[in-house]
């Protein structure tokens, strides 16, 4: 069984430009979680999905960001524009049940630099 | 002051060696709590949930203190496989996948 994908792996852009993330959860796994980290910092949330809806976007930094989940699948997370403080490392993780930790898997994360 | 709170290390041990890795968090409504484990420019990885009775999974042992606020992991006969990030987390709730990480110790067995 296919894992949680992230795409692009890495993307270097400019301070300015756009840039749109890519998340595949686990096929049926109606959860999906946005997390970040950013350089000498913890891991933090950004939000979570049931299905298309938004549960919890109280982690998102501002209105630069805008997260999608049309059709309850996969999720695009758009950072536009694109400052120096989101470089950092975007994970996302999805899980079948509402659990707690021990049922989120976690993709292998998007390296953004912008520069 | 941060949620959950890690001595970032790095701890450098030989094999062999037993680590230990302390935490605090600072809400004492905290609810499930766990140790994940990252790999370096890998996703972070459940090692074992934690609990207030103490739980063992082979060599690793963790131990939650909820009047101090405190969570441990002890790593008994470190194996070089070993080396990787700690992170330690909770939650808020139970039943919820928003995770509150710290910001994780990094342990390096060497030969």
Redesign the interface.
């Given at each position: 069984e296919a894992g949680?994908t992230q795409f692009p792996s890495h993307s270097v852009i400019e301070k300015g430009q756009t840039v749109t993330l890519r998340c595949d959860p686990i096929s049926g796994h109606d959860?999906l979680?946005w997390?970040r980290r950013v350089m000498g910092?913890?891991?933090?949330?950004l939000l979570?999905f049931v299905k298309e809806s938004k549960q919890?976007e109280s982690g998102m930094p501002n209105n630069r960001f805008l997260a999608e989940r049309t059709g309850g699948t996969y999720s695009t997370l758009k950072v536009q524009p694109a400052e120096l403080e989101d470089s950092g490392v975007y994970?996302c993780?999805s899980?079948q049940e509402?659990?707690?930790?021990?049922?989120?898997f976690?993709?292998?994360?998007t390296?953004l630099s912008v520069l | 002051r941060?949620e959950?709170e890690q001595d970032p290390g790095p701890f450098n041990v030989p094999e062999g060696a037993t680590v230990a890795f302390n935490c605090t968090y600072s809400n004492s409504a905290s609810?499930?709590f766990?140790w994940?484990r990252q790999d370096c420019?890998?996703?972070?990885?459940?090692l074992m949930?934690v609990y207030s009775s103490g739980n063992e999974d082979g060599r690793f042992t963790a131990q939650l203190n909820r009047a101090s606020q405190y969570i441990s992991l002890l790593i008994r006969d470190s194996k070089l496989s070993d080396s990787a990030t700690y992170?330690c987390?909770v939650?808020r709730t139970?039943?919820?996948?928003?995770?509150?990480?710290?910001?994780?110790t990094t342990l390096q067995v060497k030969p």
């Open positions: 949680v959860n979680y997390y910092k913890e891991i933090k949330f979570h919890d994970f993780a899980s509402l659990g707690s930790g021990e049922k989120l976690f993709g292998s994360g390296q | 941060k959950v609810q499930s766990f994940y420019r890998k996703e972070p990885k459940l949930s992170l987390v939650t139970s039943n919820t996948g928003k995770l509150i990480f710290g910001q994780g």
